[in-house]
């Protein structure tokens, strides 16, 4: 059908519509079959949700709000602009009935019923204010419709104690030197610069988050997190890798060196388009997706399998010859192919630890940040810093090729093979617990393990011997001294079979919650459990999801905050994951400090949060329509839409102290940060905050 026909039909129908109107007017007064109510949904001091609830008569149907053009008047509501609130997304509404209507000549979406509108708004003022906006809609039964227009509506608003507007700040410089302490909230006009309305704590007159930082600050930020991601786990087994391939061949200095930066440049540009890539393809939670799912982990586990064997001798790792001789003719063995190939492999890997990172940039971009190159300033620094100890890496076999090779370079090569398959496992755990297969538990883990570091041992005691070895007639002190190390570690690991918390390996190997024989958790459960926690009673997902041993609590928000309003007690909410290292460090490491463990389980409810946990389905009637119309339907996906939405974040862990009305206790939530006395502080401020509300 042409558009000069679609223009014609619509217009007819348009015409048909008006007559309609008029036929009604002339002759009677008609009531809407639809009847509308208004109500305001308080989440917090700083967030409400405006409710719009249509109820509508039998036989009648109410259109979507997202249809194509060419259809039926589609229901839209405008709110009127206002300094005392902003909207928060886009106005949401259930899943509507899908059909294709004759009349029309399309699929239609429509609501029988009941439907239910709900758009949030952020809370600008410290007193009560009003939202006013209109809308309009049609009704279609099966012989007629009826469009109506210039509906209006009207909620009255509680005002944000901790916020006032204040006057137009006419020097952008001025707001990049303001006080980052007690950072909360900035917006800023995109076409001017020069003016921005800050938000301000109304008791200390501190500024809060100012999102027009200068975009030096956000490349530097950026570049320095790039840096730390090399000490990650899921970034440092990557290490042994590259220079295993860089102390390939005989290249010169001029050729390693050449090979090198062309590494450098090949993480750099890898790094910005695969993100960029991934995101258009999946939406701004891709990297959390790259993360967490076990295919990803599990084609890692098999990369480095491969590599390790090859390590090992059994093959070499060559790419085609034919296709060498097309991409580089010049080059030496793997040429500018093959060291691409290891770039893309690093980048690829290393989003288990990067990607949350890079997703909280896109998450700041998509809510309104102020500049649009903030995503790819910050996604190029980090890219940068990321990249540097590589090339740095990389450059230094190039000067490890001129010396005389020989046995050492073999011995270096199965030292990295053992590793290989021992970093290897690491992703081979990551699969398993993304979903859920139940196949690598700790024990099994620690043991596997304890073997693969024990024959390293004998390896470097001369004990093992491999294709490309000399005769070992005596051993060097080096080899001495990393056997001691070796089998120090393994006998470090050994105590872990029986439930030991083995700390300097928390991010690595799997939770203690999978541990069949703990016997600390015996000596808890035997000793009996602490009176806070002795009536939680039935509560979701225990038989599939745990907290730390001698920690009890909820995973489900709703529970948690019931039980938090019958006890009256704050709620430490922790954002975490089956398949987070860090989150395993964090509670090894800090929640297990007796101070900090007092303060948790004495004072506080618990919930767990896992933002991985999409093994677990949800009931219909817990599915969430996101503000994009995207229905959620499992456990992990819920929690992370919520830590997303409602806090900005996506990364794990995340610490929130919230009261059971979802108000959250401190200026500052909690990230990664390993320092108990900065923790105990964190926990010690919400429950001052607590306190004082009197609940």
Not at 4 to 21: D, M, P
Not at 224 to 243: K, R, Y
Request: proline share 3%; aromatic share 14%; hydrophobic share 45%.
């Amino acid at each position: 059908m042409s558009n000069y026909t679609k223009i014609f039909q619509k217009s007819i129908y348009s015409i048909f519509l008006l007559l309609f109107l008029f036929s009604i007017n002339g002759f009677s007064q008609i009531k809407s079959p639809v009847k509308w109510s208004y109500s305001v949904n308080q989440l917090n001091t700083e967030t409400a949700e405006l409710i719009i609830t249509a109820k509508i008569d039998k036989g009648w149907h109410l259109y979507s709000q997202y249809m194509e053009e060419g259809g039926p008047i589609v229901t839209s509501f405008k709110f009127n602009k206002s300094k005392a609130y902003k909207l928060d997304g886009k106005t949401s509404e259930p899943k509507p009935n899908a059909e294709f209507d004759d009349m029309f000549k399309m699929t239609v979406k429509y609501f029988n019923t009941q439907a239910i509108f709900k758009q949030k708004i952020k809370i600008l003022s410290d007193k009560v204010f009003t939202v006013n906006g209109s809308f309009e809609y049609m009704v279609c039964n099966d012989g007629s419709c009826i469009p109506f227009q210039d509906n209006v509506f009207e909620f009255k608003i509680k005002g944000n104690p901790n916020a006032k507007e204040i006057t137009t700040v006419n020097d952008t410089a001025s707001i990049a030197s303001l006080s980052n302490k007690d950072n909360k909230d900035i917006y800023t006009n995109q076409s001017n610069l020069d003016t921005a309305k800050i938000l301000i704590n109304k008791e200390t007159n501190n500024p809060l988050k100012v999102n027009s930082k200068p975009l030096y600050m956000i490349f530097l930020f950026a570049f320095i997190a790039g840096l730390l991601t090399l000490i990650t786990p899921c970034v440092f087994p990557m290490i042994p890798m590259t220079i295993s391939f860089f102390m390939k061949g005989n290249k010169t200095r001029k050729k390693g060196l050449q090979q090198a930066y062309f590494f450098g440049f090949s993480i750099l540009m890898i790094f910005g388009g695969l993100g960029l890539l991934l995101t258009l393809l999946l939406g701004k939670d891709a990297m959390y997706i790259i993360s967490t799912h076990w295919l990803p982990n599990l084609i890692f586990f098999f990369i480095f399998m491969v590599f390790a064997l090859s390590f090992f001798g059994m093959f070499e790792l060559t790419l085609p010859s034919s296709l060498i001789n097309k991409s580089d003719q010049n080059a030496d063995k793997g040429g500018y192919l093959g060291t691409f190939f290891v770039a893309f492999t690093t980048v690829l890997v290393s989003f288990s630890c990067t990607g949350p990172i890079l997703g909280a940039a896109l998450i700041e971009l998509s809510s309104g940040s102020n500049n649009s190159m903030v995503f790819f300033i910050s996604m190029m620094g980090f890219a940068l810093g990321f990249a540097i100890p590589f090339t740095l890496l990389a450059m230094f076999p190039s000067v490890l090729n001129r010396l005389k090779s020989g046995s050492w370079l073999n011995t270096v090569k199965i030292v990295f093979g053992f590793l290989e398959i021992a970093l290897g496992l690491k992703f081979l755990s990551m699969a398993d617990l993304g979903a859920n297969w139940g196949l690598l538990d700790r024990e099994t883990f620690l043991s596997l393990w304890i073997v693969v570091f024990a024959l390293l041992g004998f390896y470097l005691l001369g004990k093992l011997k491999f294709k490309g070895d000399n005769e070992l007639e005596k051993i060097s002190v080096q080899r001495l001294m990393l056997s001691i190390v070796t089998f120090s570690f393994v006998i470090y690991m050994i105590p872990g079979l029986w439930g030991a918390p083995l700390k300097v390996l928390s991010g690595y190997v799997p939770p203690l919650t999978t541990q069949d024989f703990d016997i600390n958790k015996l000596i808890v459960e035997n000793g009996g459990k602490t009176s806070h926690v002795s009536d939680l009673g039935e509560r979701k997902y225990t038989d599939i999801l745990h907290l730390p041993t001698g920690f009890e609590g909820f995973f489900d928000l709703n529970e948690a905050k019931a039980y938090a309003k019958k006890v009256n007690k704050p709620i430490f909410v922790d954002f975490t994951g089956k398949t987070c290292a860090n989150c395993r460090e964090m509670e090894a490491n800090v929640w297990n400090a007796p101070e900090v463990k007092k303060i948790l389980t004495e004072n506080y409810v618990i919930v767990a949060l896992y933002a991985d946990a999409n093994f677990i389905e949800l009931a219909e009637n817990e599915w969430v329509t996101t503000k994009e119309g995207k229905v959620i339907k499992r456990l992990g996906s819920k929690n992370l839409n919520y830590q997303i939405t409602r806090f900005n974040m996506n990364a794990q862990p995340y610490y929130v102290l919230m009261d059971w009305n979802e108000n959250v206790l401190t200026k500052e939530n909690k990230a990664y940060d390993k320092t108990v006395d900065n923790f105990v502080k964190f926990l010690n401020e919400g429950l001052e905050v607590f306190k004082k509300q009197g609940k």
